[in-house]
């Protein structure tokens, strides 16, 4: 999210495609309980801006990604409690080998995997894997909706929970009378098969996700049991908060069983003093361009037509009122300070210190005096704040050693995991396998979807063998895509729980 950053001689950015990088940084996070390490991912890449990726590779800014999954086993082998959050896309990964992909790594982390879910947006991307477009936006949650009912059926449908056996005498290792294919028939897919992977410890990962449009949000309140804001303020993180707890309260869920973690970048001293030459020092090595070519891949928008050091002209421009938008959210980031003059370089430096996340930089009580806001139901009553770093792995260094000790003497962050070396939902929400109220119980062995009203009348043995459908006769008109997509999310943060 830093563009830029690592030019610092003390950066070790430059090292990411190493094990020792991410394994190093995993036991930082547990060293200082860090609830988990969020990755985030997308395919191809950001060219937007002056109609090409050459600004992003010239800065080093969000490019060379490695596949997030490899990583997080490593990861996890280094660890006892750190759980993992790695994205993958509905659009693009079929979902018979997604639910596999998320199936090993929860076997092999003992539980402790999260899959972001996302719909992918960028034109790039589909463009690398065979598109000549993006599905339009209301579409891609439709599809969206009805793979998720697919991956319910191979996680929970498919294999009995005690269906692994072992039995030496007889010969069994896996009853085949607990062990039955999902047949699946909708509108975008087909799938006849078994999982091809025995019941994880948590059978069905913990579900993240991060869209932000009354269409993404819709799909959080039924999906979802953790929610990432990209959100600037604290009375937009209440609103949106408010709202999916609202809609989820509708779909028959417990409110509070939605958790909430907006993004945050801090920058933290042991003193204010001490915060604010690290800003100083930040500042210095910022990156304005490759902060324009993160804005552009984000919006759609290529601020290269915008002189570097005049007020951006907006006069006539298609997507006037899109990009306005964004700098009205930017300026209500910055206190003080005056929203009507933008420059591409203002906004390019505001893109490569925090983008539209809150940037507090103080001493660690003051960080915490915000972390402490954000949780508390006055403020945006947000169930914790997930870090961005600026550097590393001074960043990392700095909440660990500084802000969690200051979090834990205040009583809002906890001293050890509420289960140590147990599963990330236990972790999250206290227990290992999904909700009863959640939309996935519906899905449960032996059950394969929720009785549909017209099933009503039927006898309960004939709905138990039928298929859900769920979806296939819900789908919203596609519309165009929105002309400023939810922001991605920086590659690597941490989540922090508060109590």
């Not at 890449?45 to 060379?64: T, W």
């Not at 990209?230 to 869920?253: M, P, Y």
């Not at 147990?422 to 206290?430: A, I, K, W």
């Amino acid at each position: 999210m830093a563009a830029g950053q690592w030019r610092k001689p003390e950066d070790i950015s430059r090292t990411k495609d190493t094990l020792k990088y991410y394994t190093d940084l995993a036991k930082l996070a547990e060293k200082g309980k860090v609830s988990a390490i969020f990755f985030a991912d997308w395919y191809a890449g950001f060219e937007i801006y002056g109609g090409s990726m050459d600004a992003m590779l010239q800065a080093g800014h969000q490019v060379a990604h490695l596949d997030p999954l490899p990583i997080a086993a490593a990861m996890a082998a280094v660890t006892e409690s750190l759980s993992i959050a790695v994205t993958m896309s509905t659009s693009y990964v079929n979902p018979y080998v997604l639910a596999r992909h998320y199936s090993t790594l929860d076997h092999l982390t003992g539980g402790r995997v999260a899959w972001n879910i996302v719909t992918s947006w960028a034109k790039s991307a589909a463009n690398a894997l065979g598109y000549e477009d993006v599905v339009p936006h209301d579409e891609r949650y439709a599809l969206a909706d009805e793979y998720m009912d697919v991956v319910y059926k191979l996680w929970e449908s498919s294999w009995a929970p005690d269906s692994a056996v072992w039995d030496m005498e007889k010969g069994i290792a896996y009853d085949p009378s607990k062990v039955k294919k999902i047949e699946h028939k909708g509108k975008y897919f087909n799938v006849s098969g078994r999982n091809q992977v025995h019941p994880s410890p948590q059978r069905t990962p913990v579900l993240f996700q991060a869209g932000a449009s009354k269409t993404g949000t819709a799909f959080a309140a039924k999906h979802a049991e953790a929610v990432f804001l990209n959100t600037s303020t604290l009375s937009q993180a209440k609103q949106v908060i408010a709202n999916a707890r609202a809609i989820a309260k509708e779909g028959g869920r417990d409110p509070k069983s939605l958790k909430f973690f907006p993004c945050i970048v801090p920058f933290i001293g042991k003193t204010e003093e001490e915060a604010k030459e690290k800003y100083a020092y930040a500042l210095k090595y910022a990156d304005p361009v490759a902060g324009l070519g993160q804005f552009s891949g984000y919006t759609g928008i290529d601020m290269a037509q915008f002189p570097l050091d005049e007020p951006i002209n907006l006069t006539g421009h298609a997507q006037a009122g899109a990009i306005q938008s964004v700098f009205n959210a930017l300026a209500a980031s910055e206190e003080g300070q005056d929203g009507s003059k933008w420059t591409p370089r203002r906004l390019g430096i505001k893109m490569a210190l925090g983008g539209l996340h809150p940037t507090p930089v103080g001493s660690a009580e003051q960080v915490a005096d915000v972390f402490e806001e954000w949780s508390s139901e006055l403020g945006a009553d947000c169930d914790g704040l997930n870090v961005s770093s600026v550097t590393n792995p001074g960043s990392w260094t700095d909440v660990v050693e500084l802000l969690v000790p200051e979090l834990q003497k205040r009583g809002i962050y906890w001293n050890d995991y509420d289960v140590p070396g147990g599963t990330f939902r236990e972790n999250l929400l206290g227990t290992k396998h999904l909700r009863d109220d959640h939309y996935a119980s519906n899905f449960k062995w032996p059950k394969e979807g929720p009785v549909q009203k017209e099933e009503a009348s039927k006898q309960p043995e004939e709905v138990a063998a039928m298929p859900t459908q769920a979806t296939e006769g819900s789908h919203a008109e596609p519309v165009k895509s929105e002309p400023v997509p939810a922001m991605a999310l920086p590659p690597v943060q941490a989540a922090i729980k508060v109590q």
